[in-house]
């Protein structure tokens, strides 16, 4: 750059620097802006509308106010804003005119010591709605009069537009760790969102599919008349649809689920689509299942009960001479039963071990006496049918040995262990046999109590018993049906 052009550039220099000071004082009453052909005068000096020109021409909200909060000029970008006139805001205390947060927030600009531009975000409601500006203040020397611009620029569409994106990565955060199948559709059903869970539902990306082309369901409570598209259709229409049972053919893995839609608003509650959760039934169906199996089992393990006791009470009947004799015959027999369904229900139904059976059924006869029952290896499990079997079997081995055997003396003792067969006879066999006691005599007649015994395992070819009453004491072999055995 040459001397002169350096020398010109000092001289336009010069020349703004005066014209800024004349206008900071008050000695400039108009500036002309422009080039030569494209300029523009404004009256900077005491005359009519001095700086208003200024004001009008820029593109966001802007007022004058002096030191004290009273508006010198307001835009009308900015009496728009707020809902007011030119004519009603000027000379007027802005916090007489304006919104209480704004007005605040231009208090809080004015307080001194004033030290460059300042910016302050404000929100507050405007028809119905919250609206968002930055408020800019600056001070500047009006002819003699000292005050502060502030610019008003409206940030509304740049705010909402980050809560939303703020909004839809919380959605997508919410989507991706919900462990249910969640699939969002747009107004046309169309899948715009799936979370990992709804691999569940569909093997691949379903992304751009219709809802009911990627996940066709079967509503088997709906008669017919509801579909899987009638799910999205009502909920992009408004409506939701709770909890309603669906069975998906093509799901890779699980294929009961509980389909809910609920419509998607978004903004200004406007329906945009529809969220859809898939909830996995299969652990429930299962319950369901097992439920209604164990119903049945109750139901028939009640009437095969029902039926044990009516005839119980028949043959007990039959057998005894009076009425106390059958009432304690039969509440024995009863207790005896009651007593190996409350082991089969303290095992859930299950099995019950041989020796578990024996001791609860002679608990009751031995007092607690250490060493009058003598019990070796019956360790083997049963199933519920041969455990109530042989319980009656064992009560009235008791019962017989508390009036004519062994229990009925002081020095008695009854043994009950497995016997072991021949190798090739595949049977298992428990032996009762009491010791101790007076000595024993074939009885004249046969009773009920030996029915029982005799009867009570024959259900199977391989169970049964036999009693043979040897002098030293009565002995019993009771061969337990080894289908509903078990280790």
């Not at 220099?13 to 004082?25: C, H, K």
């Not at 082991?343 to 019950?352: D, F, H, K, Q, Y």
């Not at 002679?362 to 290896?377: K, M, N, S, Y």
């Amino acid at each position: 750059m040459s001397l002169d052009e350096i020398a010109e550039l000092r001289r336009r220099l010069a020349e703004a620097e005066d014209t800024i000071r004349a206008i900071r004082q008050g000695d400039v009453d108009a500036l002309v802006v422009g080039q030569q052909g494209d300029q523009q005068v404004f009256d900077i000096g005491g005359g009519a509308d001095a700086y208003h020109a200024f004001m009008e021409v820029m593109n966001v909200g802007a007022a004058a106010i002096d030191q004290s909060g009273r508006i010198l000029y307001a835009n009308a970008n900015l009496t728009s804003a707020l809902g007011l006139t030119q004519n009603s805001v000027r000379g007027s205390l802005i916090s007489d005119v304006a919104p209480v947060e704004v007005a605040e927030a231009v208090d809080h600009l004015l307080v001194p010591p004033f030290q460059g531009a300042l910016s302050k975000q404000v929100d507050f409601e405007r028809n119905g709605e919250t609206v968002h500006y930055i408020l800019a203040a600056n001070t500047f020397q009006l002819s003699t009069t000292p005050a502060v611009a502030i610019t008003f620029t409206d940030v509304t569409e740049r705010v909402r537009a980050e809560a939303a994106e703020q909004s839809e990565r919380a959605a997508r955060a919410v989507i991706a760790s919900a462990n249910e199948a969640v699939l969002v559709c747009d107004k046309d059903g169309v899948i715009t969102h799936a979370n990992a869970a709804a691999h569940a539902v569909f093997d691949g990306d379903p992304l751009g599919m219709e809802f009911a082309e990627a996940v066709p369901l079967k509503l088997p409570n709906a008669t017919g008349l509801m579909q899987a598209e009638d799910i999205v259709y009502m909920a992009t229409r408004g409506t939701a649809v709770q909890g309603v049972e669906a069975y998906a053919p093509n799901a890779p893995k699980v294929k009961d689920f509980l389909v809910s839609a609920a419509p998607l608003r978004i903004g200004n509650d406007a329906i945009s689509g529809c969220v859809v959760t898939m909830v996995d039934l299969s652990q429930r169906k299962e319950a369901e299942k097992r439920q209604l199996l164990l119903m049945r089992e109750l139901d028939h393990r009640v009437k095969n009960t029902l039926t044990l006791v009516l005839s119980i009470a028949s043959r007990t009947l039959h057998h005894e001479d009076t009425l106390e004799g059958f009432h304690k015959a039969f509440t024995g027999r009863i207790e005896a039963l009651a007593a190996t369904h409350n082991l089969l229900a303290e095992n859930s139904w299950t099995s019950l071990k041989i020796e578990d059976v024996v001791q609860s059924e002679l608990a009751p006869f031995t007092g607690g006496v250490t060493g009058r029952l003598v019990t070796r290896d019956l360790g083997r499990l049963m199933a519920p049918r041969a455990a109530i079997a042989f319980g009656l079997v064992i009560h009235e081995l008791a019962t017989n040995a508390a009036k004519y055997g062994a229990l009925s003396v002081t020095g008695g003792k009854v043994f009950v262990q497995r016997v072991a067969q021949p190798d090739d006879e595949d049977r298992f066999v428990v032996e009762w046999r009491e010791r101790g006691g007076p000595r024993v005599e074939p009885p004249l007649r046969q009773g009920f109590g030996q029915t029982v015994i005799a009867r009570s395992l024959q259900y199977s070819y391989t169970g049964g018993a036999e009693v043979v009453f040897e002098p030293e004491g009565l002995v019993c072999r009771i061969s337990l049906p080894m289908e509903d055995l078990h280790d």
